[in-house]
C-alpha cells in the first residue's frame, strides 16, 4: 500500500533549512518554546539513595549540576558537568522517609517529646543507621528494606510500615529546606525548578511509583505535606488527596507514573488495585491528575515490548526485567506494564463506559539517585552512585541475578512546548499534554494533525499558520471528520547536534474495530533519500558506523532532518484511534560499551549490547467520532 508522503525534492529543499530554523521557528508557534528537564531526580534526602553512598548531592547540588555548573560526584569525588544544560528540574525524593536516614546520620533522631518507649527505639535506630553506615552496607541494608514476597493486593492493604521515631518531624524540617531551595535556584526565563516528590507505593514488588510536582512557590507548598505511600498504597487516594489539597490550598499538580515496565501489570490494569472496574468518574479522575507517563529511564524503556507487540522490530530495546523486591520471580511481561499497551486499553475502556483513564502524554526523565541528572550516554553517571565506576557497574547487584550498573539505561529526558520558561507555563504544558519523551538525545520534534494539511505547510514560515489555526498539537484530539477524509500529520524532525543522524521516523497508530478488538500498526513514514523498503514496506536498515573497540560511531548514514506529510491510510471515521510519532536514530555506542573497554575487556562478550539506537516518543493525538 503506498503511504502519501512529501516528495523527495521537497525533503530535500527542506532539510537543511529546518535543522537551522528549527529552534528559532520553535518559540513562534502559537509562542511556544521547546524546553529540556528531567521531572525525576533523587538526592540524598532520599533513603536509598543515601544508604547507597549519595551523602553529599543535596537538592542544591542538583540544581547546580542541571544548570550546567561543575559538582562534585557523591562517590567517587571527582569534578562532573552536564555537558549540556537542562531548562527545568524537579527534585523528586521519595515521601517516604523524606530526609530521615541524613538526619540520623549527621545528627540523629529528634528526641524531644518521645516518651520512654519511643526514645528506646531512636536510640537503637541512631546506632543501626550510623552502624550501616559507618560499615558501608547501604546496599544490603536497602535489599532489607525491600517488600517480600506476597501478592501484590495483600501488601497494598497490609501498608508500608514507617514507624521511624520522629520520622514526621524530620520530613516537615527536610520539605521546608528542600523547597526553599528550590524557590533560591529558580530564576523564571532561564532556568526553572518545580517543587516534586515521589510517592512511592511497592505492594508485593509491583513498582506504582509516581512524580507528584506542583507549580506552587515554597510559600504555597509549606501549606501540605507530600503525601506519601506510608498513608496509603492505593493510587486512587493519591488522587483523593490532589483534588482535596488542589481545592483547599489553590495549588495546582501533576502526577506521573513513572517506571511502569516492573508493575506486574498493575499500572495500567483495566480495574482499580482494590479490584474496582473503571466507572467514568474514577476514569476521569485518574485522566484528570495523570495527564502524563513516563515512557522511559534509568531502569529502562517503557514504551512496548516484544511481548505485547509481536511484530514490531523495534520493541525490545533496553528491556529492564528486574522486579524491585528480595528474590523477585522472573520477569513477566503484561499489557498493563507497557505504554502502548495501556494507550490501547484506554479505548478499550472508553468503548465501555464512554470515558479513557488512559490518555495520557508521553516525557522521559532519569529516576537518577546520584542528584545528576545524567542522560547523556557517554557522560552517564549511573543510577546509584556506587554504579559510577566502571567496576562497580559491572558488579552491583541485589541478587545473583539481578541488575547491575549495565543493566541501567543512560535515560531519559521531558521535552516541553511551553509558552515560556516558568513553573506555571511548565506545568500548563503537561496539563495540555504537550510534551515528549526521549532517551537522552535533545531529538527536536514538531508535530500537527488536521484534515486538509499539505506538503506546502512543511515550510517554516507556515507552519506557525498550521499551528494556530488548522492543526493539533500532540497531546491534542482531532476535530470530526469531515466526509470522506482523512487525518494527515505534519511532522518535522532534527537531530541532536551533539548526537547521531537519524535514521527514521515512524508513524505508531492504534485503533478499536466494531467488535471492540484492539489493534496496533506501524507505519514508516520518513528516512533519507534513495532508502529502500522491504516487502512490508519498512525502510531497510540503515546501517551501523559503531566501532565498539575504540568507542566510537561516524555519522555518514542517516539523516540530519526528515520531515514529512503523512495521510492514514486505513482510516475509518467510526471508530477510536491513537497516533503517535516514534523518531530513531541511528546506532551510536552504549555507555556500557566504553566502560568495557576501560576495563580491558571485549565490550561484545558483555551482557548487554555494544550499540543503541536512541529514540524520541511524542505524546499521542487523538482521534474520537
Known sequence: MTLKLTSKLAMRLIATALLVSFCATAASAE??????????????????????RNMSASPDVAYRYAKGLPVIHPFHRARVQIETPLDFLVVADHAEYLGAIRTINESGIPKDDLDLIDLAKAMYVDYWI??????????AAFASLLPKQSSVEEAAARGLDSSIPGAKLMAR????????????????????TLIGWEWSSIPGGANLHRVVFTSADAELAAKFEPFSSATSQYPEDLWAWLETT????????????????????????????????????????????????????????????PAVSPNDPFADFETYSHYIQQDPPPYDPKAGDYIRSALLRGLAIEERIGFNPYRFGLIGSTDSHTGLASAEEPNFWGKFPRDSIPENKRGISISENGPNGWSMSASGLAAVWAEDNSRDAILAAFKRREVYATTGPRIGVRVYAGWDLTEADLAPGS????????????????PAAPEGGAPRFLIQVTKDPKSGNLDRVQVVKGWIDASGKTHERIFDVAAEDGRGRDANGAFIAVGNTVDPDRFTYTNTIGSRALSTVFEDPDFDATRNAFYYIRVLEIPTPRHSV??????????????RGWFIQERAYTSPIWYRP
Open 246 to 305: 488542589s481545592k483547599e490550598i489553590g495549588a495546582e499538580f501533576v502526577a506521573i507514573p513513572h517506571n511502569s515496565n516492573i508493575s506486574k501489570g498493575y499500572m495500567f490494569d483495566d480495574k482499580s488495585l482494590r479490584g474496582v472496574p473503571f466507572t467514568p468518574e474514577s476514569a476521569a479522575l485518574r485522566a484528570k491528575w495523570e495527564p502524563v507517563a513516563e515512557a522511559t529511564q534509568i531502569k529502562g524503556d517503557s514504551e512496548t515490548h
Open 31 to 52: 509562542s511556544k518554546q521547546l524546553l529540556w528537564g528531567d521531572t525525576h531526580l533523587h538526592t540524598n534526602n532520599s533513603f536509598d539513595a543515601y544508604l547507597n
Open 463 to 478: 507552519i506557525d499558520e498550521v499551528a494556530g489555526d488548522r492543526g493539533v498539537p500532540v497531546g491534542g484530539e482531532l
Open 130 to 139: 550510623q552502624g550501616v553506615v559507618e560499615n558501608d552496607d547501604g546496599f
Open 594 to 607: 566504553g566502560d568495557a573497554l576501560a576495563l580491558g575487556e571485549d565490550p561484545k562478550t558483555i551482557k
Open 173 to 192: 524540617n527536610v520539605w521546608n529546606e528542600a523547597i526553599q531551595t528550590a524557590d533560591q535556584h529558580n530564576d523564571p526565563g532561564n532556568f526553572t
